[in-house]
């Protein structure tokens, strides 16, 4: 995989407030940066067209919605230039790996296994179309 020669711009969506602050830590630390945060898919949607970034990362249960819902509107949102979305959850890839796979989201990723490692190998993975390597 071809890294990226500049660090890729992250929105990560999750309703669990403790944990958004978590993850930016982790993936500011690890030197990727994070472009915003949202914990509804009405904030989502907003960041998202305001901040543009390369990667989005959705929990799949965002509370009283459905981040597989959100998914679908970000990927019309971002159909004129590359972004990779990726779901995420605490709970197994086995009980939502048909869901993913019926989404546009080029994959996903366990909460206890995030890491940029993690982000920008579903990111390379996922081809140029996606912002990824070919």
Known sequence: ???????????????????????????????MTVVGVASTSADA?????????DVT????NLGQ????????????????????LIMISTYPEQDLVDLVEASPAV???SKSD???????????RAGPAAGGSA
């Open 1 to 31: 995989m071809t890294l990226p020669s500049m660090p890729l711009r992250l929105l990560i969506v999750d309703d669990h407030l403790p944990f958004l602050d978590a993850a930016r830590r982790l993936f500011e630390g690890d030197g």
């Open 57 to 60: 990362l959705v929990d799949v």
């Open 114 to 124: 995030l890491s940029v490692a993690a982000v920008l190998d579903l990111v390379g």
């Open 107 to 109: 994959g996903f990723l």
């Open 65 to 84: 919605e459905s981040g597989l819902d959100l998914v679908g509107r970000l990927a019309e949102e971002a159909r004129d230039r590359p972004h990779c």
């Open 45 to 53: 949607v907003d960041r998202y067209r305001r901040v543009r970034p």
